[in-house]
């Protein structure tokens, strides 16, 4: 069935129901949107959260949005642990299984059954309501049809969007197109990006009509989002602060049963302001330090570390010395530039005075071109290997330097340097937003800090605001590097940070996203919920709902 006359059957009334139910229902679906094994297993989590919910003291009411399939299998999950913990939640769904391509109706509308089918067993605990639904309700029709205070809200926001909201539309916008072509140039003029971006910006410009009438209407105390940044999350958690209501937004780090959590602001914008304003002031013990380095040791060696199983290198390191002989450095000061993968959503919205690490990376390389006195040495990000549609930082070196000279030299993602080697290397550090940048004044190296990281103004960085700030700032650190060298409390601090940040700021948490159903057989619904469970995870679901942040010391185990 071609895409036109799917288009034409999904506004017929009732033909997308019609085909669902005698087609569909109970067939294995091939659509990528699959919720299925949620849908065999809910029934009987919904029976266990049942009477912890009818036993709880009255909580908050929570309104909680997914989209994407494997966010909306989670949070329902997620949802029942909330009930049973005496919330009232809503848990708002827009099944999509592609950001990036307009789907015909039909499909859009069975996918919207097909999720009210796999999310029925949340009655009466959690209540379901989906965006498509909504969606519908701006056209002449639809199958759901909302309460009519809703229906009213809902009319009169069809129009135009309040002027601040429709600017974040477009900020959003433009940012998804930059996350889903994993570079940072949208070209207007190519037909492509402008149909990615106008679709974003459909989709987006929707959403946020329908988040505000949703919310104007139903009035939850606090909106909780997966990822706050990008996509329709993105727009969600903008009208929830444009409205005033506590946003509570989260993702997902590479260690099992953590969680980054952040409260009215993106977990992608790493805010760790609270961070270090609650915890940075108390001091360092010797197993802190150990805990650090055995962390550090482990990222060094090529190794994983605690309940991870990610490599952070790909090569074990192999000592200064060997480094400087394999990539032919002689005695001249050595920098050392780490770059971010591109598009990736930790690094969208972070520029200062560059307009985009591209440009930053351009004009960088530009300028220690005619400074052969030193040496740099650009470490592309190996997380480049995971995202080979992504443009290579080497790619954006090679144009801005069409013959690299010399003493420049591009260490790609696949190339057997441990970037820790370059570390103890180098004597001037340079970072967008890549930890190696807080990593490297760990060392007590000079670090000049480019973009919006979670580092930048901490005391142990250079700070520049501007591009003339920028170079005199190389000017005038180049003409000195040991008088640069960081204080024994720089040092010091930079340590108690990263401790703070790799330790303290995730929370304990029993399902990440990726493996959720391996973490479910670990920490099933009753076990969370049982006295030990909320021994472990009480107090981040207390944060999941906009509680103010405690610790706990040691409270994330590696």
């Known amino acids: 069935m071609n895409k036109t006359l799917r288009n034409f059957l999904g506004e017929l009334p009732l033909a997308a129901e019609l085909d669902y139910t005698l087609r569909q229902k109970n067939r294995a679906r091939k659509d990528h949107y699959n919720l299925h094994r949620l849908e065999k297993s ?134 998804d197109a930059q996350y889903t072509l994993m570079r940072e ?32 209407a139903n009035k939850p105390d606090v909106v909780l989002i997966p990822n706050g940044l990008i996509l329709e999350m993105g727009i969600v958690f903008r009208v929830a602060r444009y409205l005033g209501i506590k946003a509570v937004t989260y993702e997902f780090n590479d260690q099992r049963e953590q969680i980054w959590l952040a409260q009215n602001s993106s977990i992608m914008q790493q805010d760790t302001d609270y961070l270090v304003e609650a915890r940075c002031s108390l001091p360092m013990t010797d197993a802190m330090y150990e805990r650090v380095a055995d962390l550090e040791n482990a990222r060094r060696g090529a190794r994983v570390w605690g309940k991870s199983k990610r490599l952070w290198q790909y090569v074990s390191s192999q000592g200064a010395e060997e480094t400087r002989k394999m990539l032919g450095l002689d005695s001249r000061p050595v920098v050392m530039l780490a770059a971010n993968v591109l598009g ?153 940070y990263a401790y703070r940040f790799f330790f303290e700021y995730p929370r304990p948490f029993p399902w990440r996203l990726m493996n959720f159903w391996d973490d479910l057989q670990v920490w099933p619904l009753e076990k969370v919920l049982s006295a030990d469970g909320l021994a472990e995870f009480g107090e981040t679901f207390k944060f999941l709902v906009g509680e103010p942040f405690t610790w706990k010391e040691n409270s994330v185990h590696g």
């Open 185 to 216: 140039e949208v070209d207007m003029n190519d037909p492509s990006d402008r149909a990615l971006y106008d679709l974003r910006l459909e989709r987006n410009g929707f959403a946020a009509r329908a988040a505000l009438a949703y919310m104007q």
């Open 42 to 175: 809910l029934p009987a989590m919904a029976k266990v959260a049942a009477p912890f919910a009818k036993n709880a003291p009255a909580g908050k009411k929570i309104l909680f949005f997914a989209t994407l399939h494997y966010w909306v299998e989670q949070s329902a999950v997620i949802s029942l642990a909330l009930a049973g913990l005496g919330h009232k939640v809503t848990l708002l769904t827009l099944p999509y299984s592609e950001w990036h391509k307009k789907m015909d109706k039909m499909t859009q509308r069975q996918r919207a059954l097909h999720t009210r089918d796999a999310l029925a067993s949340l009655s009466p605990l959690v209540e379901h309501a989906s965006f498509l639904d909504l969606q519908e309700t701006f056209g002449t029709r639809t199958s759901v049809r909302p309460a009519s205070r809703l229906k009213s809200a809902l009319r009169k926001s069809e129009g135009s969007l309040p002027a601040s909201l429709q600017r974040d539309v477009e900020e959003v916008s433009l940012w």
């Open 344 to 496: 990736d959503s930790l690094t969208l919205g972070r520029d200062i005075f560059a307009a985009s690490m591209t440009e930053w990376i351009t004009k960088t390389v530009q300028f220690f071109a005619n400074r052969p006195e030193v040496q740099l040495v650009i470490r592309v990000h190996p997380g480049e290997k995971l995202v080979p549609q992504a443009r290579s930082m080497a790619t954006v070196v090679r144009e801005a330097l069409p013959e690299i000279p010399s003493h420049i030299h591009v260490i790609g993602a696949l190339d057997k340097v441990n970037t820790y080697d370059l570390i103890e290397i180098a004597d001037l550090g340079l970072a967008y937003t890549t930890t190696v940048g807080l990593e490297t004044a760990m060392n007590g190296t000079p670090v000049i800090s480019c973009g919006q990281t979670h580092y930048r103004g901490r005391g142990f960085t250079i700070d520049p605001n501007s591009w003339d700030e920028y170079y005199a700032t190389l000017e005038r650190m180049l003409g000195d590097l040991p008088a640069h060298r960081l204080s024994e409390s720089q040092t010091a601090f930079a340590w108690n």
